[in-house]
């Protein structure tokens, strides 16, 4: 589907196949002398297919196409190898940018996962749709960050940054217009992934939060996600957000009163809105975002003091 969201703004949906997701929105801003485009979808046909259906009938021209990606999962970032062409710049946080391009993200990833309690890291890291689904080679990133400016046509947007989601996470602020892009930071009917697979970043669920009252002071009129529908009230979605991980840290540490646990053990005994009866038949990837979850939150518990960690051997576990 293809929409105008606003005068001179564009939405395409690009499909993420068997994915919970189902699409991510990508944007384009049309200016009279270039474009922006907002996010892009994962490196699969059936991604690229749409997004070159979705640059055809709007008469993108790519030759003047300039890419800002929030942030550095694939389903935002993953095509940007094969829509960009020599001119363009691709936008993204620089912390954002370390993550994609290191060499060693996936072999760090499985690491941590084994030290947390998951079984068979390897093997969950070579379904991760993160690996699968990146962009091809190793793109050149213009860095972007807080208060950084990008004007397209007759909107001047503001750089943002809302880490949490990831390290780097950068959203797009237009204050004449009141539009916010705002990836996966602030999302409609679901919840954005908070992960803490990342020990460089020691409290991403802190940093989230956070991120989440800095942006409730902004007046904004329209909020343009990364996923599902836009929001019109967004302090309203941000209370809503906040409301759910206060439920779950509450819910984990009910769970670590009956006795430590890794965050794998934590994630498997918590509650989770997928249409599986038990916890055995969730598909490996969505047992990794789910200790990532879980992970998170215990990160945070221990970082205010509530949690304490100890080790038998390689293993970290987590008690009140």
């Known amino acids: 589907m293809i929409e105008e969201v606003f005068p001179d703004i564009y939405r395409i949906e690009v499909p993420l196949p068997r994915n919970p997701l189902r699409v991510i ?12 485009m907002i996010d892009t979808g994962m490196n699969r ?8 259906a979705g640059i055809e009938s709007l008469a993108v021209d790519l030759d003047r196409t300039d890419f800002f990606i929030t942030h550095g999962h694939s389903d935002h970032v993953g095509l940007v190898s094969e829509l960009k062409t020599g001119p363009a710049r691709i936008f993204l946080h620089p912390a954002d940018a370390a993550i994609v391009l290191d060499p060693h993200l996936w072999s760090n990833l499985a690491r941590s996962a084994h030290v947390h309690g998951f079984p068979d890291a390897d093997t969950a890291v070579g379904k991760h749709p993160g690996k699968k689904y990146l962009f091809s080679g190793r793109p050149e990133f213009t860095p972007l960050r807080e208060g950084d400016t990008l004007s397209v046509g007759r909107y001047r947007f503001r750089c943002v940054e809302t880490p949490g989601h990831t ?12 539009i916010f892009f705002s990836g996966d930071h602030i999302l409609d009917s679901i919840t954005p992934n908070i992960a803490g697979w990342d020990q460089e970043n020691a409290d991403p669920l802190g940093d989230f939060l956070a991120s989440l009252d800095k942006v409730a002071a902004y007046d904004l009129r329209l909020v343009l996600p990364g996923h599902r ?11 809503e957000l906040k409301t759910h991980h206060r439920v779950r840290t509450e819910e984990i540490s009910e769970i670590l009163s009956r006795g430590a646990r890794t965050a794998y053990q934590v994630a498997s005994r918590m509650t989770w809105d997928l249409s599986y009866s038990r916890w055995e038949d969730f598909p490996v990837p969505q047992q990794w975002f789910a200790t990532g979850e879980a992970l998170a939150h215990l990160l945070y518990l221990e970082r205010s003091g509530k949690a304490a960690r100890g080790w038998r051997g390689e293993t970290a576990y987590f008690s009140l």
Do not use: K, Q, W
């Open 167 to 178: 390290p780097g996470h950068l959203c797009l602020f237009e204050p004449e217009a009141g």
């Open 229 to 239: 529908n836009p929001i019109t009230d967004h302090r309203r979605r941000i209370e």
């Open 45 to 52: 046909p059936e991604s690229i297919e749409a997004m070159r």
């Open 25 to 36: 929105n990508s944007y384009v801003v049309r200016g009279p002398d270039r474009f922006l």
